[in-house]
């Protein structure tokens, strides 16, 4: 099997200060609250981890603080009343957001890099601006420590952790992660901090206190290759009490166990048990991405599940993961035996949470509209469908209406209804029209990103491509460039995943009019960096020739080229010249992804693909630098 992801973990200095624009301080004393406490709203509880919704009491009542991604609002919301009070306005698109001590709200700003402080006014709906401050690219996570001194935020695109104080807001260090970190918790003693990755079969263990990160895998493991683990693990403990150096056979073989495991994705969430020690719960999903060496009749394993839902249970202690969670098959499964009961399939995990009165995981699924409510300690769940809008109590209370913020009431809440359509189609798991295990297209396309999996298909190995920011504009479609028209190229992929009859024509025309919408992350700004000018000249002259195939807005010049790079299972040598736009924050490369790094790419290929063979390492890596700027 291969890979889910396999970015290196280093631990980043502390960058620069960012420059703050007019009126958008960097922290300190202007972040600070001026209100008295008394007077405005009190935050509900100590809750230490971000969400797209935060609590708080004012004058009795409980309010709700929402994050809404489309409005670039907060919206506050008595609970009691079920009644929309009133909304801020935002200069980004909010993901989380987090009430401090003190009773700010910490505000994360996704496409703007920048956390933005608000405090509640007199009047619960009254949110007054305090400062902005800057993050690593795309922050997306927060949570603090037990002392609540340090907040920390997680940075998907920037690939990072970055420590404020509580406070003040003044930044206190970064560290580097492997790609797409999502949710992040902190243990019960505060020395270390668990990051889930949306991508890559793996969690990070980051020590606080020497800014250490410790990757822990989270692939589905069979009974034979935990026995071969074991065995090898004893002879590496063996090496190390003698002071011995471990033998490179022993480590080869402990990453072939690693690459034959099914790997897992869709790691968005986290949450902590209550029980003494401590676990970490990580929803997420195993897969069969097929055997890349051999042609498939769809994409990946045609012969049962692609795709299984699974929650990956971690000794907070030890950092490591415990193995039954991560089974997939067998009658003694926890999670097959919860699918075959209940015909539930959670394969696009977005938030998780710990009720610490019945002890049990709630996992909001994308896509079904459904909270499933997984018991941490016996093997069981309940189910709550919001799909009606109902929802019952366990104490078998009258269900209450939902709350429905009425959207058309203002016209700056309106969503363009075929965006709306294209986005509830690409998020829609279970959905037998597009595939027939279940896949939605942000099973392989997480955020409209890429999974970094390579599928076995009828064509040859295939790895899944990014989406945002990189689809119009550059047909043909596919690695073998067979489809000019979006449209088309999607029906197509439906019918390899053996869907059952397909979209409606307005379905399609949504979901395509969706997936030319996404969003690409948010770009650095490179100013007056000589590497990069450098690697940019290499890049455009004619004695490389990376423009030849390579150039215009879009970095590609829409055709079909062999670069000498088919396998056995490929029916053809000629692949569709992908865009390099955002290319830095994907990975791995190629059509096959035998690549890992763009620094193993430019340093393989040499005149196969351009002429990079008569270039320096320092040449290389400043065309290395100017590529991670497209």
Not at 28 to 47: D, E, H, I, K
Not at 582 to 606: C, E, I, M, N, S
Request: charged share 25%; aromatic share 4%; net charge negative.
């Amino acid at each position: 099997m291969t890979a889910c992801g396999s970015a290196g973990v280093t631990t980043r200095p502390l960058a620069a200060p960012a420059t703050a624009a007019p009126g958008r301080p960097l922290g300190g004393a202007s972040c600070g609250r001026v209100r008295p406490p008394a007077t405005t709203a009190t935050p509900l509880g100590a809750v230490r981890v971000g969400s797209t919704v935060a609590l708080a009491t004012q004058g009795g009542r409980t309010l709700a603080y929402a994050a809404d991604e489309d409005d670039r609002a907060v919206h506050v919301v008595d609970v009691d009343a079920r009644k929309e009070l009133g909304e801020t306005a935002l200069d980004g698109r909010p993901s989380q957001l987090m009430f401090l001590p003190d009773g700010r709200l910490a505000v994360l700003l996704r496409d703007r890099s920048q956390i933005a402080v608000l405090e509640p006014g007199v009047q619960p709906e009254e949110l007054e601006k305090r400062c902005t401050v800057e993050t690593p690219l795309e922050p997306l996570a927060l949570a603090r420590t037990p002392d609540d001194a340090t907040l920390l935020v997680t940075s998907g695109w920037g690939r990072a952790l970055t420590a404020f104080d509580a406070a003040r807001l003044t930044r206190s260090f970064e560290i580097a992660l492997p790609r797409e970190p999502r949710a992040v918790v902190v243990s019960d003693d505060g020395t270390l901090a668990y990051v889930a990755h949306a991508v890559g079969a793996l969690a990070s263990r980051v020590t606080l206190a020497d800014k250490t990160v410790t990757p822990i895998s989270l692939r589905e493991k069979d009974a034979n290759s935990e026995a071969r683990e074991q065995a090898l693990d004893k002879q590496i403990e063996g090496y190390r009490k003698k002071g011995d150096d471990v033998p490179g056979s022993v480590v080869d073989q402990l990453a072939e166990i690693d690459r034959e495991a099914h790997p897992s994705c869709q790691g968005f969430a986290l949450a902590k048990s209550v029980d003494p020690g401590g676990r970490i719960l990580a929803p997420q999903v195993l897969v069969d991405s097929g055997d890349p060496k051999e042609r498939a009749p769809g994409y990946g394993n045609d012969g049962s599940s692609t795709e299984a839902g699974d929650v990956a249970v971690i000794d907070a202690a030890s950092g490591r993961p415990i193995d039954a969670s991560l089974e997939r098959a067998g009658e003694d499964s926890v999670w097959d035996g919860i699918r075959r009961e209940t015909g539930v399939e959670c394969l696009l995990p977005r938030a998780a949470a710990v009720d610490p009165a019945s002890r049990s995981l709630l996992v909001s699924c994308l896509g079904l509209d459904q909270v499933i409510a997984y018991d941490s300690l016996a093997r069981a769940l309940d189910i709550l469908d919001l799909g009606d809008g109902l929802l019952a109590d366990e104490r078998g209370r009258p269900p209450l209406p939902a709350l429905r913020i009425d959207m058309a009431a203002n016209p700056r809440h309106a969503v363009d209804p075929t965006l709306a359509l294209g986005r509830l189609l690409f998020h829609s798991a279970g959905d037998a029209r597009i595939a027939r295990d279940g896949r939605a297209c942000a099973s392989c396309h997480p955020d409209g990103r890429d999974d970094s999996l390579v599928w076995a298909t009828p064509d040859g190995p295939r790895r899944s491509i990014m989406l945002a920011g990189r689809v119009a504009g550059t047909a043909p479609y596919a690695w073998n460039g067979s489809e000019e028209d979006l449209r088309v190229h999607l029906a197509t992929t439906f019918d390899r995943l053996n869907g059952e009859g397909g979209l409606k024509s307005v379905e399609l025309d949504a979901l395509r009019a969706y997936v030319e919408s996404l969003a690409p992350p948010p770009s650095p700004a490179v100013v007056g960096d000589a590497q990069v000018d450098h690697g940019a000249e290499l890049f455009a002259s004619a004695e490389v020739g990376c423009a030849g195939c390579h150039g215009g807005p879009l970095a590609t010049d829409n055709r079909r080229h062999d670069v000498k790079s088919k396998t056995d299972a490929d029916k053809s040598g000629e692949f569709n010249t992908p865009s390099l736009h955002l290319v830095g924050g994907t990975g791995p490369y190629f059509h096959d992804g035998r690549y890992k790094t763009l620094h193993d790419l430019l340093a393989a290929t040499r005149d196969d693909m351009g002429h990079t063979s008569q270039l320096s390492p320092r040449d290389l890596e400043a065309l290395e630098a100017y590529v991670r700027t497209l």
